[in-house]
């Protein structure tokens, strides 16, 4: 089924949202003894949206409620998920703490100190606020401990980079708009840098950027490295490299498939099919120089090296590692790139070191 244009798609609310709205309604059930019929938050761009409650508790100095995550159009992994905060008396002004299904922070590098409850630090400013605001309401000292929980969190957080982040035990509440654009890049980008963030705190002296899950497994073997220093790059070399010039790293491996690492050494640097394509003249070009047979009536890239044979891959290689060293302007000592077919054999294996 062809995807809609960006226009016709819905959009959604993040965790952070979520966990907000939650919590402000659980503030006004422990503080009135009712809890509202839809609650509305001010997101940090001024948007006003409401949420339905899908869970209601009280008990003996506290109160709970929980919305279901909307995430409109986009295929977030947390769609459908249940956000909860619980509200209870106690402590000095609003104390945020990790329930069920929402991580601890285990490395340094991220913007919560370890230790700390994966909140991040906007969705913190939302529910403190939010709590604020309810208690100017009802006339009473925000002396409150907050609870969040997604029941399942700890399974879902399986599908997304927490692990390798050193997040542990669940779900990230994340979110600096509220909003989730549909198929929106920033959310990937923003967490491949967090992994370089991640990276460079933990002294990580190598990292490599990976344009899938076999190419990962590829790369992580050949070069035994740490779970920490696996970047999923993607489709978007562009927002790994740019960010690596600004804070870069001493060894940057590459590792992807031969056909979107040609694209990427002719000067893509957006690697997904509908946003860049590979000039097979070009390619077919190159072989000929190399004197090698020309596959100019090739479908594939993995087709034209098996025609002209492995010295295309080579030189495929070789071009995208200049292509990088070039972006990343000499900030990165050390450069390599794998290229690999889809059974994960390398094709092509290129170093800043050799010629």
């Given at each position: 089924m062809a995807r809609r244009p960006k226009a016709d798609l819905r959009k959604g609310w993040t965790t952070g949202a979520c966990a907000t709205a939650?919590?402000?309604?659980?503030?006004?059930?422990?503080?009135?003894?009712?809890?509202?019929?839809?609650?509305?938050?001010?997101?940090?761009?001024?948007?006003t949206p409401e949420f339905a409650l899908s869970h209601r508790a009280v008990g003996d100095g506290w109160a709970e409620a929980?919305?279901?995550?909307?995430?409109?159009?986009?295929?977030?992994?947390?769609?459908?998920?249940?956000?909860?905060?619980?509200?209870?008396?106690?402590?000095?002004?609003?104390?945020?703490?990790?329930?069920?299904?929402?991580?601890?922070?285990?490395?340094?590098?991220?913007?919560?100190?370890?230790?700390?409850?994966?909140?991040?630090?906007?969705?913190?400013?939302?529910?403190e606020t939010a709590i604020r605001n309810a208690a100017e309401r009802f006339g009473v000292v925000p002396d409150v401990r907050v609870t969040l929980s997604v029941p399942g969190g700890q399974d879902i957080a399986e599908r997304t980079w927490n692990p390798r982040l050193g997040i542990l035990g669940g779900l990230s509440i994340l979110g600096t708009t509220g909003i989730v654009r549909p198929y929106s890049c920033s959310a990937w980008i923003?967490?491949?840098?967090?992994?370089?963030?991640?990276?460079?705190?933990?002294?990580?002296?190598?990292?490599?950027?990976?344009?899938?899950?076999?190419?990962?497994?590829?790369?992580?073997?050949?070069?035994?490295l740490p779970d920490h220093a696996m970047l999923d790059m993607g489709d978007f070399s562009g927002g790994l490299l740019k960010y690596l010039r600004k804070h870069p790293l001493p060894w940057l491996t590459i590792g992807g498939g031969i056909g979107k690492l040609t694209k990427l050494a002719q000067g893509a640097s957006d690697l997904h099919s509908s946003r860049s394509t590979v000039d097979f003249d070009r390619l077919a070009r190159q072989a000929r120089s190399l004197g090698l047979e020309d596959?100019?009536?090739?479908?594939?890239?993995?087709?034209?090296?098996?025609?002209?044979?492995?010295?295309?891959?080579?030189?495929?290689?070789?071009?995208?590692?200049?292509?990088?060293?070039?972006?990343?302007?000499?900030?990165?000592a050390r450069v390599d790139v794998v290229a690999i077919d889809r059974a994960g054999n390398i094709l092509g294996h290129a170093d800043s070191g050799s010629s």
């Open positions: 939650a919590a402000s309604a659980a503030a006004e059930a422990l503080w009135s003894g009712r809890f509202p019929e839809c609650v509305q938050i001010v997101l940090p761009r001024g948007e929980g919305v279901i995550k909307d995430a409109g159009d986009d295929p977030d992994v947390t769609h459908g998920a249940l956000i909860m905060a619980r509200v209870e008396r106690g402590g000095a002004g609003v104390t945020l703490t990790a329930g069920e299904g929402v991580g601890t922070v285990t490395r340094p590098g991220l913007p919560i100190a370890v230790g700390e409850p994966a909140i991040n630090p906007v969705p913190r400013r939302m529910i923003a967490s491949i840098h967090s992994g370089i963030d991640v990276a460079r705190a933990s002294g990580v002296d190598h990292v490599a950027g990976c344009t899938g899950q076999t190419s990962s497994r590829v790369v992580q073997d050949y070069y035994r596959p100019r009536h090739a479908n594939t890239v993995l087709e034209a090296v098996e025609i002209a044979g492995s010295r295309l891959a080579e030189a495929v290689a070789r071009d995208a590692r200049d292509r990088v060293v070039d972006i990343l302007g000499g900030q990165v």
